[in-house]
């Protein structure tokens, strides 16, 4: 009698990313990782028992993961400016990490009604803690939306853009969180 295989439940979320890269959010299904894995359906079923499962789990390593990566890359409790530092460093990392994990983002919010309410709260969360009372404060929350609008429309494939493109787009970023307007003041651009 053969070994009795184990699936680890790691690897069928790496494959549950994989195919929503190679296919998108709608060819994630419970055939595709089982196909992905070279296993039964049922092999994915023992681990998730519905896509819905599957996908709460892939948006639950998500969070994990972005909440390590920020105190890893310097954000600290009770101050906003180094989260939103950390999480500018997160984004520009575009051909790494976050852009591994953002269709895990993606089919989570596509999916789930209550993923995309967290989804919701958390943005709002991150921008109500940032201080707009002062001239730093309002450059770092432009800096944190402008960061976020540039992921996001590469990552839908909303533009088509290079990597010496996205260098220079999150080196803006930089300046905006450094209270540097990048285009220089006098160019038509006015404080509301």
Known sequence: MGRIRTIERGKLLDAAEDVTMEKGPAGLTIAAVAGQMGITNGGVQYSFRSKESLI?????????????????????????PSWVRAHIAYAADYDGRSRRRGPSLLVSLLNSPQHMDQIRKWYRNRVDAIDVSTAGGRWLRLAFVAMEGAFLMRLF???????????????????LCDGKLPCGAGHGLQAA
Do not use: P
Request: aromatic share 10%; proline share 0%.
């Open 157 to 175: 494939g909303l533009i088509d853009m290079g990597d010496a493109e996205w260098k220079s787009i999150v080196a803006d970023v930089v300046s």
């Open 56 to 80: 709460a789990a892939m948006f639950e390593r998500w969070q994990h993961d972005y909440g390590e990566l920020m105190l890893e890359l310097g954000a600290k409790a009770g101050d906003e």
